[in-house]
């Protein structure tokens, strides 16, 4: 079965969706995200969906698990690159990606997580100020 | 309103969903929708496609490109033989679910288009009609 790559590059994971993604194939790449973040002690997740020309509710609902799965296993995930009629369109269906962080580019993406990283290393969960 | 072409494409397994919404993809660039339009059908297509197999049991995608006075759409035709929707005004709703999804599909994509409609028989099956006019 053909899956999409998951990429190490230090304590993060690199994902970028390239195909036109039928289900089990989305379904797939949850289970191998997850599965890396546990054997690698991965702190840090990035999707970049800009290739992808739609996003419906069975691969919003995957990203969605894959963040909330990351964060369990104590991983941030941020999506990256989401075209504007992708996040049009997104919205108008009623998803908005509660829980999902997301950034413009790779390097803006980059930018939040190796924030997230350093702030978690420090105690500080930006999500839950403590101030 | 005339029909000036069609196509029917089986929805039998989840990469019957791709090829459908390609194909759906295909006719709404040859019809040159904006890029904003082409992403809305092709997620309600998406959407209903997966309604079709999940719920129906599998069934067929029907695509029309419509004329009528001076103005050109597309109509999507979803059927399956399933177990029907008890409920229509239900599963219309946002977050309703009947299995492990969001609750999304049919309301969702009654958004996406300009016209929708849906008929469904308890054992007979279902059907959903949506239109995006250009």
């Known amino acids: 079965m053909d899956r999409i790559p998951v990429l190490r590059m230090g304590s993060l994971l690199l994902v970028t969706i390239q195909v036109d993604m039928h289900d089990k194939l989305a379904l797939q790449l949850q289970d191998d995200v997850t599965q890396r973040i546990s054997d690698w002690g991965s702190t840090g997740v990035l999707i970049d969906i800009s290739s992808l020309e739609i ?63 350093a702030n978690s290393q420090f105690g500080l969960d930006d999500e839950h100020p403590q101030a | 309103m005339s029909i000036l072409r069609h196509e029917l494409m089986p929805l039998k397994n989840s990469n019957d969903v791709v090829l459908a919404r390609q194909k759906v993809r295909q006719w709404s660039i040859e019809l040159r929708f904006s890029l904003v339009d082409q992403t809305k059908l092709v997620t309600a297509a998406s959407e209903l496609a997966r309604n079709t197999l999940d719920h129906g049991g599998g069934g067929q995608m029907r695509i029309e490109e419509l004329n009528s006075a001076a103005r050109s759409g597309l109509r999507l035709i979803f059927t399956d033989q399933g177990p029907g929707i008890a409920d229509l005004e239900l599963a219309l709703k946002d977050g309703y679910t009947s299995g492990s999804g969001m609750g999304l599909g049919l309301g969702g994509s009654k958004r996406l288009v300009n016209e929708f409609s849906i008929l469904s028989e308890i054992g007979k099956g279902t059907e959903v009609t949506v239109v995006r006019w250009r």
């Open chain 1, 55 to 117: 996003v419906d509710s069975f691969i919003g609902r995957m990203l969605a698990n894959i963040a909330a799965m990351s964060r369990v296993l104590g991983a941030e995930t941020v999506v990256v690159g989401m075209q504007p009629a992708v996040a049009i369109t997104l919205v108008e269906l009623g998803m908005s990606l509660p829980g999902v962080r997301t950034a413009l580019s790779v390097e803006a993406g980059m930018e939040l997580l190796f924030g997230a990283v």
